[in-house]
């Protein structure tokens, strides 16, 4: 099956291609804190979380392309010293982005060494990060700061009515999510949907879904541009949310008990 062809069995999928329980579930480390989940696509196709023990900011990257989801290495971020408040893998600059204490950090995953700093708040608020083709969108409170992707060139800002609980960022869309509101911008930042759906953390599942996951009320939901469609199931806890389109597979992180909660397509065989 070529790549177009994944795209495209990926794009046809929907809410009523997964059960409302978890496929199975992976535990975690009970003493470590989790700070969040992040896919690092093709050729990598990993896993990547980062977690605090000792102290120590720890990013460890595991197999996500089989049911035991194994260690393949774990590094210590010396060079960054305080919490992670948010991270994604950005393939057009092929690095992680971090975000903490106000700063947005790119790192180089082979060097295993940060390559950039940017002053992106000040006043060092928690911060949350995407990304499209061509921008960084960063939330500091209140304050979307767009980025060009390369050269981290600030762009311009829109000042939000809402405080940003998570971010996704594409081509088409802006969207944020608080804990009463879901919010869609268009390309010019212009607001086009509103929806009184709480929500802390968001990933989308294709071009037509977003996923939803809510720690206030133990849910995770799906929504289209329209309306919510369903709720998945109740899950206690849900941290974040990363999908992989090559297999459909749905990863929820969770804490209390840390672990991992991973939603397959029905009668999907693409995993052994």
Not at 113 to 136: E, F, G, M, P, V
Not at 250 to 272: E, G, K
């Amino acid at each position: 099956m070529t790549s177009s062809d994944v795209i495209s069995k990926h794009e046809q999928l929907d809410q009523s291609n997964y059960t409302t329980h978890e496929t199975f579930s992976i535990p975690l480390e009970p003493l470590y804190i989790y700070c969040g989940i992040a896919y690092i696509p093709q050729p990598r196709n990993e896993l990547a979380i980062i977690y605090i023990y000792n102290d120590k900011n720890i990013l460890e990257l595991r197999r996500i392309d089989d049911n035991n989801f194994d260690i393949i290495r774990s590094i210590e971020l010396n060079e960054i010293s305080l919490c992670i408040d948010d991270f994604i893998w950005c393939s057009n600059r092929n690095e992680f982005l971090f975000l903490s204490n106000g700063q947005l950090i790119t790192y180089n995953l082979e060097q295993e060494q940060i390559t950039n700093t940017l002053l992106i708040d000040k006043d060092k608020n928690k911060c949350r990060i995407a990304c499209n083709s061509t921008l960084i969108a960063c939330v500091d409170s209140r304050t979307l700061k767009l980025y060009e992707i390369n050269t981290l060139k600030y762009l311009r800002q829109k000042r939000l009515d809402h405080v940003c609980e998570d971010i996704e960022f594409d081509d088409q869309y802006f969207v944020s999510t608080h804990t009463g509101k879901l919010e869609f911008l268009d390309r010019t930042l212009f607001s086009t949907r509103r929806f009184a759906i709480g929500g802390t953390s968001i990933c989308q599942f294709n071009t037509k879904l977003w996923l939803i996951a809510d720690a206030f009320d133990d849910r995770l939901l799906w929504q289209s541009l329209d309306k919510l469609l369903l709720t998945i199931c109740h899950i206690h806890q849900p941290k974040s949310i990363v999908v992989i389109p090559a297999i459909s597979r749905i990863v929820v992180q969770c804490n209390d008990p840390n672990r991992l909660l991973i939603f397959d397509p029905i009668n999907n065989n693409s995993c052994a």
